[in-house]
């Protein structure tokens, strides 16, 4: 009724200012609602993990790639053009990712030139501090392939993410798979469309090295038992050049070059339940083919903190003898203002403590 | 030529003291009387053509001696760079005067002259012998030895400073890249583990998902056969099938470890706006289990677990 009322009273009093003299909701209302809605998924009815990527301090033109690329990696629940300026501390990202409904922050630091990543929840935290040992960049990894393959399309979905190696370790890294589990929307096998797996990040923990292993790949199916150019023909929605052949039929019967270089491995061959595109089908098999796209890391978990970037050390183990030297840091770092300086500071120690365990 | 050497060997003490230069100079003209005057010869042989005009030009001006002397003054304060030089000049002056009175208002006129032409002079022999002397081949320059000091100290100070701003600025490169690895063309086998692993995890995910959906696909509408099909099973069939789906659901999430919600209740609606806890922060509903549940949820969840038990 109110609605029909308001509708009128526009179309009668404004004349043409509104626009199309829809009604609108009050703003502020609209807001709230609106953002109420996009923080939960509307077929679970989970809270969708939104994240924010950003850096602290001053980053290397290089750092600042790798900043770009894993908020590409965090499509499509990150803000990707987010702009940090060099007065915001970390309080202000809180403060805002509360009524954004961020709950996942990365953040890469340069101290002493050494990169470093931190992954917190927000906005109690834990944070995990990770330094890269090793990054290539998204760029890097598609200038090293022959055909690179990144379409825009595969950023619409969250990736989803693959852990191994982690199974049966002690508790740091029991609540960091936890972390890197809910740090995507999760997926219900029995709602999820196939078409919107088409990235899979993978991390990979190795037990010797104590290094995790950071992959990001697309996912591409390939019908099994269609010849290569039927596939093409499909694909890319061309005429055929038939200039050489004699019959159409020739086409499809001679052999092309590729197809028998890719030997379909059995165990990367799935039956699919729902259609993905039309050239796989559903209850039809398909083989899947990674490619990576890009950033690949290798980080070196450094400390696990219990609040946001604050808080109790809860890896490595504080020492008797170098606990009360961590309880100063922490109480350090708790005051607000000069964070980046001492965190920056507190990164290098727990380093130092690793390197002695 | 007793006077010549004298500037040369003492340019620096004729620097630092005027005095010396000019006393050996005036005593340099008694000696050397030849040249001045020749000098002076060389003026009156100029002069001799307006002799009389000249002479009726000193004679005009001579009741102007006063004048004469407030001119000098003047020229004095004018040329004075400090107190030595006017004491000196005073000297020479009274020299001169004397010298006028003696030789005549001729004389006194060129008496200047010549002292400032052997001021130049000296300088002109001090100047000749300078450029006279044979330089050695030296890039750095022959003028003066602190000049080649010098020259050398920058020269070696700009190499020095070269080196090191290069050197710096690739340090910095180098940290600013630190960590930055360049991957290689071909895929090394560490990558070709890793890619399969990844595949691995598709796999699972794909199969649990075809598990999962397969009980549904026959719900698919818009297929008309399968509408068909649908058509005969009778709603008994179909409540079956929703239990047994919930509880094959659980199977495959627990197989798939990619969802995090292994335990829904049974009635909830499958549309999350149907269900009593839709935005309401469910997780607050049983805040008191959730630490446990999580701990469960972990054990279960670790995807791909089987595998790198298998890898093991």
């Not at chain 1, 993978?202 to 290569?228: A, N």
């Not at chain 2, 102007?64 to 003047?74: E, M």
Request: charged letters at 30%.
């Amino acid at each position: 009724m109110a609605r029909v009322r308001n509708k009128n009273g526009r179309r009668g009093g404004g004349g043409g200012v509104g626009k199309g003299g829809k009604w609108k909701m009050p703003a502020s209302v609209a807001r709230k609602q609106q953002a109420a809605m996009a923080n939960v998924d509307q077929v679970t009815g989970d809270k969708i993990p939104k994240s924010f990527v950003f850096s602290r301090g001053k980053m290397p033109p290089m750092l600042r790639h790798l900043q770009q690329d894993l908020r590409k990696l965090m499509l499509p629940f990150t803000a990707l053009n987010l702009k940090e300026k060099k007065r915001n501390n970390l309080k202000d990202f809180v403060n805002v990712s509360g009524p954004l409904g961020v709950t996942h922050f990365m953040i890469l630091t340069n101290p002493k030139s050494s990169p470093h990543l931190r992954m917190a929840k927000t906005p109690q935290g834990p944070t995990y501090t990770f330094q890269i040992k090793e990054y290539s960049l998204a760029s890097d990894i598609a200038n090293s392939q022959k055909r690179p393959r990144c379409p825009p399309e595969i950023f619409k979905n969250s990736p989803l993410i693959v852990l191994n190696g982690f199974a049966g370790l002690g508790q740091p890294f029991k609540s960091l798979v936890t972390f890197f589990q809910n740090m995507t929307p999760a997926i219900d096998p029995a709602t999820v469309k196939l078409s919107s797996c088409q990235r899979i990040l993978l991390i990979h923990y190795d037990r010797e090295k104590e290094i995790i292993t950071f992959r990001h790949y697309s996912i591409k199916l390939q019908p099994v038992g269609v010849t290569r150019k039927i596939r093409k023909l499909m694909q890319n929605n061309k005429v055929p050049d038939l200039r050489d052949l004699n019959d159409v039929s020739d086409y499809v019967t001679k052999a092309g070059y590729g197809s028998e270089s890719e030997v379909d491995d059995e165990t990367a061959t799935v039956s699919l339940a729902s259609d993905v595109d039309k050239l796989n089908r559903a209850s039809k098999k398909s083989a899947i083919r990674l490619q990576e796209i890009g950033p690949r890391m290798k980080l070196h978990l450094v400390k696990v903190e219990s609040g946001l970037c604050s808080g109790e050390v809860l890896y490595p183990k504080p020492e008797p003898n170098e606990g009360v030297v961590g309880k100063g840091k922490e109480v350090e770092e708790e005051i607000e203002g000069q964070e980046d300086e001492d965190l920056m500071e507190s990164d290098d120690d727990p380093e130092d403590e690793s390197g002695e365990e | 030529m007793a006077a010549a050497p004298q500037p040369l060997t003492s340019p620096p003490a004729a620097a630092t003291n005027p005095h010396k230069r000019k006393k050996p100079a005036a005593a340099g003209r008694g000696k050397g009387r030849g040249k001045g005057t020749k000098q002076i010869g060389r003026h009156g042989k100029r002069q001799k053509g307006a002799d009389e005009l000249s002479e009726d030009h000193r004679r005009s001006r001579k009741p102007s001696d006063r004048f004469l002397k407030l001119l000098r003054k003047r020229a004095r304060d004018y040329n004075s760079d400090d107190e030595d030089e006017d004491e000196e000049l005073r000297l020479s002056d009274s020299d001169e005067e004397e010298e006028a009175s003696v030789s005549g208002n001729e004389e006194s006129g060129g008496g200047g002259v010549t002292r400032f032409e052997e001021g130049c002079r000296a300088f002109r022999v001090a100047f000749q012998k300078i450029m006279a002397k044979k330089l050695p081949d030296d890039p750095l320059g022959p003028i003066l030895s602190a000049h080649k000091k010098l020259v050398a100290a920058k020269l070696a100070e700009d190499a020095g400073e070269g080196k090191p701003k290069g050197e710096a600025h690739r340090e910095k490169r180098l940290a600013a890249e630190k960590g930055h690895v360049i991957p290689k063309d071909h895929l090394d086998s560490k990558d070709k583990e890793l890619c399969k692993i990844a595949t691995h995890g598709v796999v699972k995910l794909f199969n649990a998902v075809a598990k999962a959906q397969n009980s549904r696909k026959g719900l698919n509408p818009s297929r008309t056969k399968d509408a068909k099909v649908l058509a005969k099973e009778t709603k008994q069939t179909f409540l079956t099938e929703l239990n047994k789906s919930s509880n094959q659901s659980q199977k495959g999430k627990a197989s798939s470890n990619f969802s995090k919600h292994v335990s829904k209740d049974e009635d909830e609606p499958g549309w999350a706006p149907l269900r009593d806890t839709y935005m309401l922060g469910s997780k607050l509903k049983d805040w008191d289990k959730a630490q446990a549940s999580d701990v469960a949820n972990e054990q279960t969840e670790i995807p791909l677990d089987d595998d790198s038990s298998e890898e093991e």
